[in-house]
T-cell receptor, first 116, second 116 residues
């Protein structure tokens, strides 16, 4: 069965610090997809990244970077030089290609608070 | 990306009543999804709605409690029937994007439901 674990329930850092959000997943499929979503206080879900299981290259987008390691089944998310606007709940998610490719299983989320 | 709107954005309802949530997309999409996010929790898929066929419900969700309509390729409704305080949640509609696989999922702003 597929599962996504975000062990960090809440993280609080001071602005400009770097912060890493952990994500560990479980799946029996060899083809799968991983996602990160951001949910700011307003409630909407903002798509951040999608990564397939065959692409282990790390990705950087501005202050955001993602580290995908199949050997440890992890897909961690780092925010560099954090800002107050980064305060949100962040969800890691998994979709297996074998099932409905659009069925996404979400982790429990990490609430990130950036203090000025 | 798809632009999704939901109505109502929030509501306070009495126990035993029903509420119908509308989801409108600015483009034609094949699959639409309904999620529930209970307070402080992650997102859980309720059902998948394809136009022209009955919705497919996930384990723990039944049609009598959460009837869904999908009359065309841009619109869907979710009804929360015979509500109890446990139904207090954010209900989110999502649709697949055009890029894939897997197809990205875009989320609506959510409907915040409180049952008293």
């Amino acid at each position: 069965a597929q599962k996504v674990t975000q062990a960090q329930t809440e993280i609080s850092v001071v602005e400009k610090e770097d912060v890493t959000l952990d994500c560990v997943y479980e799946t029996r499929d060899t083809t799968y997809y991983l996602f990160w979503y951001k949910q700011p206080p307003s409630g909407e879900l903002v798509f951040l990244i999608r990564r397939n299981s065959f692409d282990e290259q790390n990705e950087i987008s501005g202050r955001y970077s993602w580290n995908f390691q199949k050997s440890t089944s992890s897909f961690n998310f780092t925010i560099t030089a954090s800002q107050v606007v980064d305060s949100a709940v962040y969800f890691c998610a998994l979709s297996e290609a074998g099932s409905s490719a659009s069925k996404i299983i979400f982790g429990s989320g990490t609430r990130l608070s950036i203090r000025p | 990306s798809a632009v999704i709107s939901q109505k109502p954005s929030r509501d306070i309802c009495q126990r035993g009543t029903s509420l119908t949530i509308q989801c409108q997309v600015d483009s034609q999409v094949t699959m639409m999804f309904w999620y529930r996010q209970q307070p402080g929790q992650s997102l859980t898929l309720i059902a998948t709605a394809n136009q022209g066929s009955e919705a497919t419900y996930e384990s723990g969700f039944v049609i009598d409690k959460f009837p869904i309509s999908r009359p065309n390729l841009t619109f869907s409704t979710l009804t929360v029937s015979n509500m109890s305080p446990e139904d207090s949640s954010i209900y989110l509609c999502s649709v697949e994007g055009a890029e894939g696989p897997p197809l990205e999922q875009y989320f609506g702003p959510g409907t915040r439901l409180t049952v008293t």
